[in-house]
């Protein structure tokens, strides 16, 4: 009886050995199960976080789609008005706008302005040659009147670019 008894307050050991190692278990287990939990909960909050963001974006969607709609709405009523404005009428000639810089308009001031004279003497001297009553020759014409024109080109002659600019920005 004596054996039974040392076998059984073995197994009593035993099995309250193994019972305090389930409640060990059961106590880390019932932690773990708290923090799944509040895991849990923080996740179903981000979720509603992002539903509520989603419907945001869904919302907004709607609304842009409704702006295009109008703003597509629009341009075609444009696109009509623009086609009616544009029947056409007597063919205009463009408007040719010319935009020089500062520095074009300073660079052309720099060179000096000689007017072609070529073209015009030689019709000069050509309706001066076709009269009879005079003998001069077309050379001595061409070169007679080249030398007047540039005379007067030298006369002519524009001032330092530096002064008319000056001179353009106090008179404007």
Do not use: C, W
């Not at 076998?7 to 880390?28: P, V, Y």
């Amino acid at each position: 009886m004596e054996r039974e008894l040392k076998n059984k307050d073995e197994q009593l050991k035993k099995t309250e050995k193994e019972k305090q190692s389930a409640e060990e278990n059961n106590e880390k287990l019932k932690k773990e199960t708290s923090k799944l939990q509040k895991r849990a909960k923080e996740f179903e909050e981000y979720i509603k976080e992002l539903e509520g963001s989603k419907n945001n974006i869904e919302e907004k969607y709607r609304e842009l789609n409704v702006n295009s709609l109008k703003l597509r709405a629009q341009n075609e009523k444009l696109i009509e008005d623009l086609k009616v404005y544009q029947v056409p009428s007597a063919p205009k000639k463009p408007k040719v706008r010319r935009q020089i810089s500062l520095k074009d308009e300073l660079g052309s001031l720099e060179e000096p302005r000689f007017e072609h004279t070529t073209h015009h003497s030689y019709t000069l001297s050509r309706g001066v040659t076709e009269r009879k009553n005079l003998s001069v020759g077309l050379t001595e014409t061409i070169a007679h009147i080249t030398a007047k024109k540039m005379k007067e080109a030298n006369q002519n002659r524009r001032k330092d670019p530096s002064e008319e600019y000056f001179t353009l920005v106090l008179v404007t």
